[in-house]
C-alpha cells in the first residue's frame, strides 16, 4: 500500500503516463487508482475515435506540437502492438464562399505544424473521394485515421502492468493528507516522505507523489491537494446520431465542416468507426451532471457548481445565439440534419438514429474563455509541492496520449527529482 508515485485517473492520459513513468523508472514502485470498476470508463471511452493529424491547433502551442508527435507514435505502437486502425484521411469541405479563406488559412497552419499529405482539392477531387459529398473546397488530410482508443487505452494498461506496475479500481480518492509519520531516512541519507490518499470507504494508500490525470475531475482533485481551483472543469455533453447501417455506403472517410472563430465549438461532422458504423456530430449543451451522458441525468451540487460560476455566464452571454442554437437542435432531429445535409445532402431524418453520447471536461477560466491548450501545474506546501495536475487535457489528448506521456514523465522528473 505504499508507492514512490501514483497517477490518479485510468484514462487513456494517465495510462499512458503510467507506463512512460515505468519504464523510465523500473525499480520505483508505482500505481494507478481508478474511482471506476473499468479502465478508460468516460472520455476515453466515449470519443469519436479519430487519430487527428493536427490541422487546427496554434503553431507553437502544446496542442500541434504533441498531436503532431502523438499521432506518429499512435501509429507505430497500433502497428507494434497489432491494434487495428484505418487510416481513412479526412476532407474539412467548404460549402460556402466566405468559408473558403478561413479553409486557405487552415491549409497553412497545418502546413506550419507539420502535418504530413496536406493539400487543397476542388469540386471534383471530393466527390472522387467522396461521392455524395458536395462543396466547393476541401482541405484533404490523409494522415487522419480512426482507432478504438479504449483498446488502445487496455494495452497501455497491460504494459504498465506487465512492466510491475500496479492498478488499483474501485478507488475513489476523496482526500488527501500528510501521514503522521510523514518523514523517514533512506539509506543514502534524503528524507522520503509520504501522505495519504483517502477514498470514501476509508481505505488508504501512502505514497511520495502524485501525478492526477481526472479529466472531468481534474479541478475538484486540484482544490483537494490544496492547489489552484483554476480552471474549472464546467461539462458540455455532445449527442451523437448515427446512419442507419444500409445508409453508411454514403460516407468513406472523416468529413468536417471549416471551423468558425465565432463559435466554441467545432460543428456537426461526419466520423467512420472500427466497427462500420458512422457517427453523425456532435452538438454541445452544458451537462446537468459531470458524467451525465443521458439527458436527463441531474446533479444538483455540479449542476450549482457549474451555474454559479462567473466564468459560464461570460461564455453564454458572449456565445448566446450559438448556445440557443445548440439547445434547438438537441431537441430537434432535423434541425441536426439539416446541418448534415450541407455536405451530404442525400442524407434525411429516416436515415439516422439517435445514438451515444459523451461528456467533454472543458477548462473554462474566470473570465469566460475556454481554455485551448494543455494545463500542466502544482502547488506549495507539502502537499502541493509533491503533485503534478494534469489540469487540461482536451481533444486531441487520445491522439496525443503518448507524447503527453513523454512530456509528464520529463516533467515529474523535473519536479520530483526522481
Not at 72 to 92: E, F, N, S, T, V
Not at 101 to 115: I, T
Not at 248 to 275: A, S
Not at 338 to 361: C, H, M, W, Y
Amino acid at each position: 500500500s505504499t508507492f514512490d508515485v501514483a497517477v490518479v485517473g485510468a484514462g487513456i492520459v494517465g495510462l499512458a503516463s503510467a507506463r512512460e513513468l515505468v519504464r523510465r523508472h523500473p525499480s520505483l514502485a508505482l500505481a494507478v487508482l481508478e474511482k471506476e470498476q473499468e479502465l478508460a470508463h468516460h472520455q476515453s471511452g466515449r470519443n469519436s475515435g479519430v487519430i487527428h493529424s493536427g490541422i487546427y491547433y496554434q503553431p507553437g502551442s502544446l496542442k500541434a506540437k504533441l498531436c503532431v508527435q502523438g499521432a506518429a507514435l499512435c501509429y507505430q505502437y497500433c502497428d507494434q502492438k497489432g491494434i487495428p486502425y484505418r487510416q481513412c484521411g479526412k476532407l474539412i469541405v467548404a460549402v460556402e464562399q466566405d468559408e473558403i479563406p478561413r479553409l486557405k488559412a487552415l491549409y497553412e497552419r497545418g502546413l506550419q505544424n507539420n502535418v504530413p499529405g496536406l493539400k487543397l482539392i476542388g469540386p471534383k477531387e471530393i466527390q472522387a473521394k467522396e461521392p455524395f459529398c458536395r462543396g466547393l473546397m476541401a482541405l484533404d488530410s490523409p494522415y487522419t485515421g480512426i482507432v478504438n482508443y479504449k483498446q488502445v487505452a487496455q494495452s497501455y494498461a497491460e504494459d504498465f502492468q506487465e512492466a510491475g506496475g500496479t492498478i488499483l479500481t474501485d478507488f475513489e480518492v476523496t482526500n488527501m493528507e500528510m501521514a503522521k509519520e510523514s518523514s523517514s531516512e533512506s539509506e543514502d541519507g534524503k528524507a522520503h516522505f509520504f501522505f495519504a490518499l483517502l477514498f470514501a470507504a476509508g481505505e488508504e494508500i501512502s505514497c511520495r507523489h502524485i501525478v492526477t490525470c481526472a479529466g472531468l475531475y481534474s479541478d475538484r482533485l486540484s482544490e483537494i491537494s490544496g492547489c489552484s481551483p483554476e480552471p474549472r472543469i464546467v461539462p458540455f455533453r455532445g449527442d451523437y446520431l448515427v446512419l442507419k447501417p444500409e445508409k453508411c455506403y454514403m460516407v468513406k472517410g472523416n468529413i468536417y465542416p471549416v471551423p468558425n472563430p465565432r463559435f466554441p465549438f467545432l460543428g456537426f461532422h461526419f466520423t467512420p468507426r472500427m466497427d462500420g458504423s458512422i457517427w453523425l456530430g456532435p452538438n454541445a449543451v452544458l451537462a446537468f451532471k459531470r458524467e451525465g451522458y443521458r439527458l436527463f441525468d441531474f446533479s444538483t451540487r455540479e449542476f450549482l457548481d457549474a451555474v454559479t460560476y462567473s466564468g459560464l455566464w461570460k461564455l453564454v452571454l458572449s456565445n448566446l445565439s450559438y448556445g440557443l442554437s445548440e439547445v434547438y437542435r438537441a431537441c430537434s432531429l432535423s434541425a441536426q440534419v439539416k446541418q448534415l445535409q450541407k455536405f451530404i445532402p442525400e442524407v434525411t431524418v429516416n436515415d439516422v438514429l439517435r445514438g451515444p453520447s459523451g461528456v467533454r471536461a472543458q477548462a473554462l477560466d474566470s473570465d469566460g474563455n475556454l481554455v485551448d491548450d494543455f494545463v500542466f501545474d502544482g502547488g506549495s506546501g507539502d502537499i502541493g509541492s509533491r503533485i503534478l495536475h494534469v489540469r487540461n487535457a482536451p481533444s486531441p489528448a487520445a491522439t496525443s496520449s503518448l507524447a503527453i506521456a513523454k512530456m509528464i514523465a520529463d516533467e515529474v522528473k523535473r519536479r520530483f527529482e526522481l
